[in-house]
């Protein structure tokens, strides 16, 4: 149980353009997810929470109009990058937690890389 | 923001040792949680500790929540090739909120 998973695992686009990623809880309903940032060789950065049916909660620093966020369903969070530069290149990963349990343990999905040239 | 320092930043094993690393911090978590990650992929949830001084083992690994609240540490017995990633201490604000901050991880490197 717990599973998470993301689509694309990876994807390259060209500067400029915008990229979705998914995050979908498989096997459980997900009121919060989270969408992290990994730099290589480095801890993950949390750059917003997400929560189903209302606005996400972005951490300092990062720029809302470029990560777009949408909870749309209990079981569905969207990343959208967007106007993409090569400095966003990075890996992406989302994480949930189940509805109806204490608010610990996060299950992580497998991440996305994103490459931007 | 609240920062956990996890040592060692990296360990080398031969296969067989047992291996400890640990985290501590300034302020205190209602929450300890200790994460795997191999490369490319999103980290695994191995423990969870819920309560200060809760001990919590889940097959060779052993995680304990200290007393204090500040630190956690974990212990991987016998370690075998497989054992090879990076692991992350995480703890969450005894606040409430959900967030979680996270250490800057132990590579371990275990030779056969």
């Known amino acids: 149980g717990a599973v998470v998973s993301q689509h694309p695992s990876w994807v390259i686009c060209k500067s400029g353009t915008s990229v979705k990623i998914e995050c979908r809880s498989l096997?459980?309903?997900?009121?919060?997810m989270f969408w992290y940032r990994q730099f290589p060789k480095q801890s993950l950065m949390l750059m917003a929470t997400s929560n189903e049916g209302s606005k996400a909660t972005y951490e300092q620093g990062v720029e809302k109009d470029k990560f777009l966020i949408n909870h749309a369903s209990l079981t569905l969070s969207t990343l959208t990058v967007t106007s993409a530069h090569p400095e966003d290149s990075s890996f992406y990963i989302c994480?949930?937690?189940?509805?109806?349990?204490?608010?610990?343990?996060?299950?992580f999905g497998p991440g996305t890389r994103l490459t931007v040239t | 923001g609240q920062q956990l320092n996890q040592s060692p930043q990296s360990m080398f094993i031969q296969e067989g040792e047992d291996v400890s690393m640990n985290c501590t911090s300034s302020?205190?978590?209602?929450?300890w949680l200790w994460y795997k990650q191999d490369p490319g992929e999103g980290p695994v949830l191995l423990i969870a500790?819920?309560?200060?001084?809760e001990l919590t083992s889940n097959g060779r690994l052993t995680a304990q929540f200290g007393i204090t609240r500040k630190d956690s540490f974990l212990n991987i017995s016998a370690s075998i090739p497989s054992d090879v990633g990076i692991y992350f201490c995480?703890?969450?604000?005894?606040?409430?909120?959900?967030?979680?901050?996270f250490g800057k991880g132990t590579k371990l490197t275990v030779n056969p």
């Open positions: 994480s949930a937690r189940e509805w109806g349990t204490a608010p610990y343990g996060q299950y």
């Open positions: 500790l819920y309560k200060a001084g």
């Open positions: 302020s205190i978590f209602n929450t």
């Open positions: 995480a703890g969450q604000n005894q606040g409430g909120s959900e967030k979680l901050v």
């Open positions: 096997d459980f309903q997900a009121t919060t």
